[in-house]
């Protein structure tokens, strides 16, 4: 496998940005795409006051940080930002038709030596490699929001990843800080599939009665050591994508215990989504 230095990041939304900042503070050549200049011009605003966190906290200094920025550059057509790609990284909405189509793109576009990877959080890695005419060179990164603060990756093998390009990803991985730990490909993988039945059962206990937001999210912050309660989580997460994981498992297993609470698909439906919308199980002012 040839050296791994330009990296193209697709979607600048919270997951890609974040992708992006790690690579590129790395030392790696990033160059992230968006839908619009709009949207790519926030993206890179976005990690410019991430660093800038990282500066005044003093991990960094104002010089990490110029050549960090300095390494990123931002497009909005994907032909031209995978043409010289060595590993492409997918992070756009969890939607299967819309990824299918951007990895047919990137797949068409990218040199036949570069590794796809995508940052799905619960879609088959051996059904996205299938869309793509290298699925052996086709892996799942997973990483976790706020993407500069974790430290795991998931790094997640679909059906006919080579061994190769696995150990590629895990020294990658490596190189930026993290911790990667290999799973095979498995609706959640190992994270989701742990995570949302905790938050689901949570939202259950809600929804009985048995207590309040608050009080569900002390009894585990306070007596798991959890940095976040379960329903704060799911916030920050996003209650859509928290359902969507969900039904992924549901699906998958055909196992009644990943059905997901009504309260959820109730607060989906409102439009209470967490964080982003202002409401979830708690209220964000800004
Ligand atoms: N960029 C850079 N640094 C950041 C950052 C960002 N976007 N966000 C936070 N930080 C840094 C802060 O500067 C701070 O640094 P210091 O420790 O040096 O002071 C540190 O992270 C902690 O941040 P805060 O002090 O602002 O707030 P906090 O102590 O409440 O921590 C948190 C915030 C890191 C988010 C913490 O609450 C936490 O770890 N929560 C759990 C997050 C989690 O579980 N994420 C995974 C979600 S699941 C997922 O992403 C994948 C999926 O498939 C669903």
Known sequence: MSEIKNITVIGGGTMGNGIAHVFAMSGYH??????????????????????????????????????????????IDIPGAVAHADLVIEAVPEIFELKKKILGLVD????????????????????????????????????????PVMKLVEVI?????????????MSISERLGKVPVEANDSPGFVSNRVLMPMINEAICCVYEGVATPEAVDQVMK???????????LADFIGLDVCLDILHVLYDGFKDPKYRPCPLLVKMVDAGKLGDKAGEGFFEYKN
């Open 108 to 147: 068409r576009n990218a040199p036949l030596t570069a590794i796809l990877a995508t940052n799905t959080s619960s879609i088959s890695i051996t059904k996205l490699a299938s869309v793509t005419s290298r699925p052996d060179k086709f892996i799942g990164m997973h990483f976790f929001n706020p993407v």
């Open 30 to 75: 990033v160059d992230l795409v968006e839908t619009s200049r709009e949207l790519a011009d926030k993206a890179l605003a976005i990690i410019d006051k991430n660093l800038t966190r990282m500066v005044s906290k003093e991990k960094i200094s104002e010089g990490e940080k110029s050549s960090a920025l300095e390494k990123i550059r931002t497009h």
């Open 222 to 232: 306070l007596g798991m050591a959890h940095p976040m309660g379960p329903l704060r």
């Open 157 to 169: 093998n679909g059906l006919k990843t080579s061994p190769e390009v696995t150990k590629t990803i």
